[in-house]
C-alpha cells in the first residue's frame, strides 16, 4: 500500500524551504511511489484542515522560488491563537492527522518546529522534521538551509555600505538577523571585513567598539563597520537580562512568568542606542541599516538548494524505511537521523571558542570585548 505523507513549513519563511518541499516530493513519488499532500500555513492548516495537491505539477519550477508555496505560520499546535484566545489544539491536529489517512508528517522549521514536531510525536504522530532557518541556530545539525543564502545577502550588504562608510568617514552599524545567536553577523561579518562583529554570545562593552574605532581613525581610516547581531546586548544589558530571568525563575514557583523576548522594535532601540553611544564616544558620523526580511528573500543560494535537496530525499527515505520522530541533520556530505528529544528545546548557540571567532579576532576584529 503506498505511503501517504502529509507536510507542512512553519516558523519564519526561509530561502530553500521550496527546494526542500520538492527534495521530499520527487523523492516520495518518484523513487518509492508514495503520495504526497502539502498542509498550508504550519500547523495552523493541519489544525484547520486546509490541504493543497502536491504532485508532480506542484513540485516543478519551485526549486528556486523564495519563501514556500505551502505558507507558514508561527502558531504552535499547544498554543493556537483561536477566537482571541491560545488555546491547545493537539488533539485536533492529531484528529486531522488520522482523518487524512496520512502514515507520515514532514515538519520543516527551525527551533520552535522541532519542539511543537516532539509534541505531535508524543502524542503517537509518525513525525519527522528537516532543519530550517537563516539563523543556523538548530542544534545537531552541521547546517540549516536558509543561512547560506542570507549569509550571501548580508555579505553583499556589508560590501556596499563600505562605500559609505569611506566617502563620508563614518561609521555603519548594520543590524543582521539570528535571533538568539550570532552565527549570520559572525559569518557575514567576517566575509564582508567588518571592523566589529558584535554578538548576542560576547556581550559587548561600547568604550571597547570606540577605542577600536579611535584607533582605525588614528591610523588613517577614519571609517568603520560593524556588524552587531540583532540580539547582541551590551555587558549591562546582559546583567539586567539574567536578572529579570532570576527574578522571572523566582516567579516560577509562585505563577507562570512571561520573560518577554525582545520584538524586532527593541532590537532597533538597541542599535540605534548603540550608534548614537559611538557618536559621541568617537567624534564620528553615525548611520544605521537594518537588514531585516531582506535577508531571508529571493532566490536560494546553491549551497541551499543542495542542502535542501539532500535532506529532503533523506527525508523521503527514511519515511520508506518507517524511521520517524528524528530530524535529518546534515553531517558532512550525508545526513544523519537525530532523535526529536535530543534536538528539541536546545539552541545552537556560537561558543566562545569557536575557530570563526579567532580567525575574526586574527585579521583584528573588534569582538566588542
Ligand atoms: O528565525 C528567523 C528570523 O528571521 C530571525 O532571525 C528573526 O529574529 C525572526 O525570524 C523574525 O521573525 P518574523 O519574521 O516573525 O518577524
Not at 543590524?175 to 559572525?186: K, N, S, T
Not at 571609517?223 to 516560577?252: D, L, M, P, W
Request: aromatic content about 4%; overall charge neutral; hydrophobic content about 40%.
Amino acid at each position: 500500500m503506498a505511503k501517504y505523507i502529509g507536510i507542512l513549513t512553519s516558523g519564519g519563511d526561509s530561502p530553500g524551504l521550496n527546494a526542500a518541499i520538492r527534495g521530499v516530493g520527487k523523492a516520495a513519488l518518484n523513487q518509492y511511489g508514495m503520495q504526497i499532500v502539502g498542509f498550508r500555513d504550519g500547523f495552523r492548516g493541519l489544525m484547520e484542515n486546509r490541504t493543497m495537491r502536491l504532485d508532480a505539477g506542484e513540485l516543478s519550477d519551485i526549486l528556486t522560488r523564495g519563501g514556500t508555496i505551502l505558507g507558514t505560520s508561527r502558531d504552535k499546535p499547544h498554543r493556537m491563537p483561536v477566537g482571541g484566545k491560545l488555546l491547545d489544539m493537539t488533539d485536533v491536529i492529531a484528529g486531522n492527522y488520522h482523518d487524512n489517512h496520512l502514515d507520515a508528517l514532514v515538519c520543516l522549521g527551525g527551533g520552535g518546529t522541532q519542539k511543537n514536531a516532539l509534541r505531535l510525536k508524543e502524542k503517537g504522530l509518525n513525525v519527522i522534521t528537516l532543519p530550517k532557518t537563516i539563523d543556523n541556530d538548530v542544534a545537531l545539525t552541521d547546517a540549516t538551509f536558509g543561512f547560506d543564502t542570507a549569509l550571501g545577502i548580508a555579505t553583499d550588504a556589508i560590501d556596499r555600505l563600505h562605500s559609505t562608510a569611506h566617502s563620508h568617514h563614518r561609521i555603519i552599524v548594520v543590524e543582521i538577523m539570528g535571533h538568539r545567536a550570532g552565527w549570520l553577523a559572525l559569518g557575514a561579518g567576517i566575509a564582508g571585513g567588518a571592523d566589529v562583529i558584535l554578538i548576542p554570545e560576547i556581550p559587548y562593552a561600547v568604550e571597547s567598539v570606540a577605542v577600536a574605532i579611535r584607533e582605525r581613525s588614528r591610523r588613517g581610516k577614519p571609517f568603520s563597520i560593524v556588524a552587531v547581531a540583532e540580539g547582541a546586548v551590551s555587558v549591562q544589558e546582559h546583567e539586567e537580562q539574567q536578572a529579570k530571568k532570576k527574578a522571572g525563575a523566582k516567579q516560577k514557583e509562585g505563577k507562570k512568568a512571561e520573560v518577554e523576548d525582545a520584538p524586532e522594535t527593541q532590537y532597533a532601540e538597541r542599535t540605534v542606542r548603540l550608534a548614537k553611544q559611538l557618536e559621541q564616544l568617537t567624534g564620528l558620523e553615525a548611520r544605521i541599516t537594518i537588514l531585516g526580511h531582506l535577508q531571508r528573500g529571493g532566490i536560494p543560494s546553491a549551497a541551499d538548494r543542495l542542502l535542501a535537496t539532500r535532506l529532503g530525499t533523506a527525508c523521503a527515505e527514511l519515511i520508506d524505511q518507517g524511521r520517524y520522530g528524528v530530524m535529518v541533520a546534515a553531517r558532512g556530505d550525508g545526513t544523519k537521523a537525530v532523535k526529536l528529544e535530543d534536538v528539541a528545546g536546545k539552541v545552537k548557540t556560537v561558543p566562545p571558542d569557536h575557530p570563526w571567532i579567532l580567525s575574526a579576532r586574527h585579521v583584528g576584529t573588534n569582538m566588542g570585548d
